[in-house]
């Protein structure tokens, strides 16, 4: 079976509708088989949602699926989105769920950076586990060179998926990096780029 991570699924198409409630605003997604936590909007990343403090600016929704986190932060805070996904049906679904909650995203059929030449005032992430490593810390390691000076990198991650190596590369890569809250095994984390005067 295909996966969801990749460019060009296999997917049987069974579309459905999901209703999440968010910071006391209704939303609805559109997803369909194949893709990322189609039978309901993931826990990791509502509890990245969750635990993010107010962000402005240029934001991206970094292998953004259907689109639930860059939505609701569009939706709800001053932010300019920009999404993008290698998978181009997630993307579509994402583009679709833009215009289905009012929203404006600017999205980018991309592999990582590789059509992306801009940069961000904040990034966030619900990585790709079952790509592999080698993928997540890439994802890490171009996030970090499409930051703006002082903009955030956001990701949500469980500790048997690679928490603690995931920290140690982001330390590698950031000068600044805090868990802004850890429950049941999940992490949320913000990586700071250098503020340059």
């Known amino acids: 079976m295909s996966q969801y991570f990749i460019e060009n699924p296999d997917v049987m198409t069974r579309e459905r509708e999901l209703g999440v409630e968010v910071f006391g605003c209704r939303f609805k997604f559109l997803t ?11 826990e ?9 403090p107010p962000v402005k ?13 860059g939505i609701v932060l569009a939706k709800l805070q001053d932010i300019n989105l920009t999404q993008s996904d290698v998978n181009s049906l997630a993307l579509e679904y994402a ?3 833009a215009r289905l909650n009012g929203v404006h995203t600017n999205a980018v059929h991309s592999d990582c950076f590789d059509k992306i030449t801009e940069s961000f005032d904040h990034i966030v992430l619900n990585p ?7 993928v997540m810390y890439r994802m890490y390691t171009e996030a970090a060179e499409h930051l703006n000076p002082g903009g955030s990198f956001f990701i949500v991650i469980k500790k048997k998926h690679g928490a603690e190596s995931t920290l140690d590369k982001l330390n590698a890569l ?24």
């Open 174 to 197: 950031f000068p600044a990096v805090n868990i802004l809250s850890k429950r049941k095994g999940c992490y949320v984390i913000e990586c700071r780029q250098a503020q340059y005067d």
């Open 44 to 52: 990791a990343s509502l509890y990245l949602l969750n635990n993010m």
């Open 128 to 134: 790709p586990i079952h790509a592999g490593k080698e």
């Open 57 to 69: 600016g240029a934001l991206l929704d970094f292998g953004c699926g259907y689109g639930v986190i």
């Open 32 to 42: 369909n088989s194949g893709l990322f936590s189609c039978d309901k909007v993931d």
């Open 95 to 97: 583009k679709r769920n």
